[in-house]
T-cell receptor, first 116, second 115 residues
């Protein structure tokens, strides 16, 4: 049963520390999405990759956030330095990205981040 | 441009009674529409999707949704609620197949099921 995996599942850190979240998309999928979920803002799209290239990261605070895909099996989201307002659940999703077909996203279980 | 509005932040039903979760959308394109469900402390799971084929779409766990272009709606229904249906439900619109794909999520509707 193919699944999107995310690590760590939970992270508690102190303000100012670097946080790295990792995502392994489903094998063969070529689109990857990063979302942030909070009670106040709901689900926000942070970044979108297709074939490892970033297509949209307009939702991501550029001064402290960065997203990369070092290879097709790994996507990373980094926060440096972290702030208490970054506390949220971060979801990764992947999709087949087939030309001419509507994209269905498959979500990972999320990383629950708490910045003290 | 596209947007999606989930008309109710919370819906409360009794077990065994029908469920209706409302969603209205706007899109400059022929849209594709989705419903996702999120159980507590879990990721989102696809319930069903509309992609310009049949307007009545059947999904998992007995849910279905009807695409009504004239009303720009895509409401989610289930004839009889089960306790396990208690979760957060998200309506999603996208521009459709091909090209750059940026989905827009609704704010979510929390479904509460009473015994």
């Amino acid at each position: 049963d193919a699944r999107v995996t995310q690590t760590p599942r939970h992270k508690v850190t102190e303000m100012g520390q670097e946080v790295t979240m990792r995502c392994q998309p489903i094998l063969g999928h070529n689109t990857v999405f990063w979302y942030r979920q909070t009670m106040m803002q709901g689900l926000e799209l942070l970044a979108y990759f297709r074939n490892r290239a970033p297509l949209d990261d307009s939702g991501m605070p550029k001064d402290r956030f960065s997203a990369e895909m070092p290879d097709a099996t790994l996507a990373t989201l980094k926060i440096q330095p972290s702030e208490p307002r970054d506390s949220a659940v971060y979801f990764c999703a992947s999709g087949p990205g087939l030309a001419g077909e509507v994209e269905t996203q498959y979500f990972g279980p999320g990383t629950r981040l708490l910045v003290l | 441009a596209q947007s999606v509005t989930q008309l109710d932040s919370h819906v409360s039903v009794s077990e065994g009674t029908p469920v209706l979760l409302r969603c209205n959308y706007s899109s400059s394109y022929s849209p594709s529409l989705f419903w996702y469900v999120q159980h507590p402390n879990k990721g989102l799971q696809l319930l069903l999707k509309y992609t310009s084929a049949a307007t009545l779409v059947k999904g998992i766990n007995g849910f279905e949704a009807e695409f009504k272009k004239s009303e720009t709606s895509f409401h989610l229904t289930k004839p009889s609620a089960h306790m396990s249906d208690a979760a957060e439900y998200f309506c999603v619109v996208s521009p459709g197949s091909g090209g750059s794909y940026i989905p827009t999520f609704g704010r979510g509707t929390s479904l509460i099921v009473h015994p």
